[in-house]
């Protein structure tokens, strides 16, 4: 057991005017099964380099013992049998440690690479986002595993994962770090209840600035009438028996100005410290979703289907039934046909050699609206992407903004963005669009827990028809009302 001590550690990259961390003090006990977590772009990826000392910082980072990374280029300086050994912990083939990276699938190379880190002797292991290749069986196995291990950090923007295998939170937000001795939906939930508290005292604090402004605005408008009475009562006058009455106007005005002048500074301070007050909530503005109404109730059927790739069988026997506003999580292993399903139904089998026998019945005149799990669809400027489909760019910017992007981001081209970005902009598009049926595959890929959140609850809160896959058990719990398993 070490104590790794950060003190006033600072960083931002060269050419931005934007901090990372400022000034911040940490302890991380290495025994800890910690979560490290918060936005994308928020620095999770960046506090693993600076803990394995590639980047400069101000500040000092001291105790960190040898670190170990997923996921890692090559595999090697440890004992055959130990990596056997963890690999049969996670009911894995140990044969796939002979066979070249390259001809695994990617939830045999995640296994491989954690049997690694945890063979490799006194060393600490950075875990960088090892669900983004497992299905939701893979993700429960290897959350298993981890939870018999002590020592570790863990990203995952999967909150159901880390739930399973962590004991700590540590938080990356706006204002710093926040380390709690709890799993992440504890945090969650905590943090939700202070969030809700000081959205209230925020409203109320604005209320108060909005009173003191319009006192401040009625201030002014009496200091100018004042100002006006005393250059009227310091006007010359052809009559003389006036001249008690101005020193009298002038005396009065004086004060008042006095009066006013003082008035002006106490609001200003109390302004100013109502506006300190203002907490930097981290909740962005609720999205909203209204999709169109198909005349059918029942627009999707499916009776004894059989699915076939390039002539090659996939899945068998699918029956299932989609009501108007059934909200359908299609689950399965890794394989077993959920991306064939759902690209059959968005219209793209042909494209894609998909066929099938049996009884499919789609609604005549369905507006579908798909999103893919490939993002290499996008291109050209997010406006450019619009345009092509045919959404209101206003109303695209307004989605992309709330979600997170900056009006800067707005204007790049989109091969310049992250896959999290990416898929933000997928989802974006998606939710513009007024559809029947909503076809989602794999949609949270790369996108943060805070965003995964808002999704939920927009979800939740319509009547939208939607059928998705998501391996993201917690989100598939509170959004799905029914669950297809291949």
Known sequence: MALINIKDLSFGYDGTDKMLFEHVDVGIDTSWRLALTGRNGRGKTTFFKLLKGELSYSGTITGVPRTVSFPCKSIDDVPDWKIRKELNLMNADPDIMWRPLTTLSGGERTKLMLAYLFSCDDAYPLIDEPTNHLDRKGREVVSSYLAKKDGFIVISHDSDFLDRCTDHTLVIKKTGLELTASNFSTWWENNEKKLSGERAKNEQLKREMSDIKTAMKKNSEWASKAEKNKNRANAPSKVAENHWTRA???????????????????????????????????????????????????????????????????????????????????????????????????????????????????????????????????????????????????????????????????????????????????????????????????????????????????????????????????????????????
């Open 248 to 486: 009298y106007e002038a005396s009065k005005s004086a004060k008042l100005m006095s009066l006013a002048g003082n008035l002006q500074r106490r609001n200003e301070r109390k302004l100013e410290e109502r506006s300190n007050l203002l907490k930097d909530v981290e909740r962005e503005e609720k999205l909203k979703i209204t999709g169109s109404t198909h005349h059918n109730k029942t627009p999707v059927k499916f009776d004894n289907v059989a699915l076939k790739r390039d002539g090659i069988d996939v899945v068998s026997g699918v029956s299932f039934v989609i009501e108007r506003g059934d909200k359908v999580s299609v689950i399965g292993e890794n394989g077993c046909g959920k991306s064939t399903l759902i690209k059959l139904m968005a219209g793209l089998g042909q494209n894609e050699g998909i066929s099938y026998e049996g009884d499919v019945y789609m609604a005549p005149g369905l507006k579908l609206s798909y999103v893919g799990q490939d993002t290499s669809e996008l291109a050209g400027t997010i406006y450019d992407t619009a345009v092509e489909r045919g959404v209101d760019k206003t109303q695209l910017s307004t989605i992309l903004i709330k979600m997170g992007f900056t009006k800067q981001m707005l204007e790049k081209d989109v091969c310049e963005l992250s896959l999290g970005q990416k898929k933000i902009v997928m989802i974006a598009l998606s939710l513009c669009e007024k559809a029947d049926i909503y076809l989602w595959d794999e949609p949270l890929n790369y996108i943060d827990v805070y965003i995964r959140k808002e999704i939920e609850r927009l979800l939740t809160d319509s009547d939208i028809t939607l059928v998705f896959v998501e391996h993201d058990k917690s989100f598939s719990d509170s959004v799905a009302n029914k669950e297809l398993v291949l």
